[in-house]
């Protein structure tokens, strides 16, 4: 099956490259989406556009067997690409808020596309050798952690069917090549808030006329960073980042009121629950220590769970993945703080779910920042405007590992 990667390489570099290009933030789509629509179209996959808005589904049947879905997802980031690469985007484009932003491939959803029509031309191509039923899952919005629910919410599974496994897989900056794989949780929980603390005005020379909300925010920053450190135990593990605040127009005037987003990445849903709790708690407690007029406002404005890996699917990648590429290149790895919504294919499907990770960073580049200690800052991290993978072995590996995980279930 593998022979017929090396003759296609070249046909997925120039995708890749277009990708990486031509950026598209979470449900702008469009042209990322119609591109890779058309593409799979070519390859006799049955392709269904506009589920979830701008997502694609390909389905390809194959005789009978399971039903396996692979899911790559597609949309960019608001970061000015900084990478100095000939293919950079210097792509702007309008955001939800209707702000003008720089728009870039820094979180490498061009390489998750390009490894989907790398596999599904290898599957396509190799019928003999597989039955069942691929479905791929080109999916919008993961950066907003939208785009899965928005698939399911039109009907994702009644329409397409139940698969009996979810796949997915995510570039990282690991050497170019390996593969790392884990059960259980992979990458955390995610909830975004958003919290409105509300003061009383006054002029800045009499502050005891005032209900000071900046004082209140500084106050209730400082009591959260207790969460984590007091709350929780030594083997629990969650992340509380205040990301913004803001308060106040002018150096002689207090304002009314103050803004804060948080960030909160959990593993367990029962931490998750506690650590939801105490923000409340404290939220509302240096409200009302402070004296404040009306009770806080805190939203949820982002939330997704969890990525957990089924423990029996992923022995049977692992394997296949040990297998196919020697110990050398495939490995178990570490859990991460970072989110993804391909956690929801999982909980609302029923099935088992395997994520895991490829490697794409230059592998003399990351083992002399290893060897020097110097992994953070010679390294780019997924996110960074210097972030960019390299293309080989990376798009060979990716492709090689989805079509791996995929015969697990489907090799005849």
Not at 6 to 33: C, K, M, V
Request: proline share 6%; aromatic share 6%; net charge negative.
């Amino acid at each position: 099956m593998f022979e017929s990667l090396p003759p296609i390489l070249g046909e997925l570099r120039s995708l890749y490259e277009d990708l990486h290009a031509n950026p598209e933030l979470s449900f702008q789509e469009h042209r990322t989406s119609a591109l890779l629509a058309d593409g799979l179209a070519g390859l006799g996959y049955d392709v269904t556009t506009g589920v979830g808005y701008t997502g694609v589904v390909a389905t390809l049947a194959n005789g009978e067997g399971p039903t396996v879905m692979l899911r790559a997802d597609i949309d960019a980031l608001p970061v000015q690409e900084k990478t100095g690469l000939p293919y950079a985007s210097t792509v702007r484009a309008t955001d939800a808020q209707r702000v003008d932003v720089p728009v870039m491939h820094a979180c490498g959803h061009d390489m998750h596309a390009t490894w989907l029509i790398g596999a599904a031309t290898l599957l396509a191509a190799t019928r003999s050798a597989w039955s069942g039923t691929v479905v791929l899952v080109v999916q919008p919005a993961e950066e907003v952690l939208a785009g899965a629910a928005a698939m399911i919410s039109d009907d994702l599974f009644e329409r397409f069917g139940v698969p009996d496994v979810v796949l997915g897989q995510h570039v990282t900056p690991a050497p170019a090549g390996t593969v790392a794989y884990r059960s259980g949780p992979v990458m955390s929980a995610s909830d975004s808030l958003s919290i409105v603390l509300h003061g009383r005005g006054a002029h800045g020379s009499t502050p005891e006329q005032s209900v000071d909300p900046v004082v209140m925010a500084a106050s209730t920053v400082m009591r959260l960073q207790t969460v984590v450190s007091r709350e929780l135990g030594a083997d629990e593990a969650a992340v509380v980042t205040v990301g913004t605040l803001h308060a106040g127009t002018k150096e002689n005037i207090i304002a009314d009121r103050a803004d804060l987003a948080l960030s909160v990445r959990t593993y367990d849903p029962q931490v998750r629950e506690r650590v939801l709790a105490a923000i409340t708690r404290i939220v509302q407690g240096e409200a009302q220590a402070a004296g404040a007029p009306r009770e806080p406002e805190i939203a949820m404005t982002i939330s997704g769970p969890a990525v957990t890996n089924d423990a029996d699917a992923t022995a049977q990648v692992a394997n296949a993945f040990v297998a196919h590429f020697g110990a050398e290149r495939a490995a178990e790895g570490p859990r991460t703080p970072a989110s993804e919504d391909f956690g929801l294919y999982g909980d609302r499907s029923g099935a088992p779910s395997v994520f895991w990770f490829v490697g794409g960073t230059d592998p003399t580049l990351y083992a002399r920042a290893l060897a020097e200690g110097r992994v953070a800052e010679d390294v780019a991290f997924n996110h960074s405007p210097h972030f960019a993978p390299v293309q080989d072995p990376t798009i060979a590996t990716g492709v090689e590992a989805m079509v791996v995980a995929a015969l697990g279930w489907l090799a005849t």
